[in-house]
């Protein structure tokens, strides 16, 4: 009889036991919270070190996180500095909301790019699955796709 593995979301739909046997550990959960948009969060945003990519009639604004890490901008805001501080996006029961960018994305924007007559046309349908910071469905939008966002 051939076994499958399955991938689940749902910790309800998780066994009791990892694949190794080995039981697996709990994960603490936090309540929600609404955070409503005020003008000081605009405010703060601008002190935010930013850098800026070119791929060829596109151009890409992102954070950067070293610099943000050294900043008096996250002083004391334990939650936010372990997900920048961590080397994975995977942190059980954490949502890092986009902080990381995926270490290829900058190449396969690069290969959409050179391949964009083939790859991506008017009205090419793209669904950026686990999108992040949607860099790769944002390029999509610039070349004409119709893109649907999804991420967890």
Request: charged residues 30%; hydrophobic residues 35%; aromatic residues 8%.
């Amino acid at each position: 009889m051939e076994t499958h593995k399955m991938f689940r979301f749902l910790k309800d739909d998780s066994p009791e036991e990892g694949d190794d046997g080995r039981e697996l550990s709990k994960v603490e959960t936090r309540a929600a919270m609404e955070i409503v948009v005020q003008d000081l969060h605009y405010q703060l945003s601008e002190k935010v070190p930013v850098g800026e990519q070119q791929f060829m009639n596109s151009s890409l604004k992102y954070i950067l996180v070293a610099q943000l890490l050294r900043s008096e901008f996250l002083k004391g805001d334990e939650r936010i500095r372990g997900i920048l501080d961590s080397s994975s996006d995977l942190i059980p029961g954490v949502y890092e909301g986009g902080f990381k960018m995926w270490e290829c994305t900058s190449d396969l924007v690069k290969y959409l790019e050179s391949n964009s007559d083939v790859v991506i046309n008017d009205n090419t349908k793209v669904l950026d699955l686990g999108c992040g910071s949607g860099v790769l469905g944002l390029y999509a939008l610039s070349r004409g796709g119709l893109v649907d966002f999804q991420d967890y």
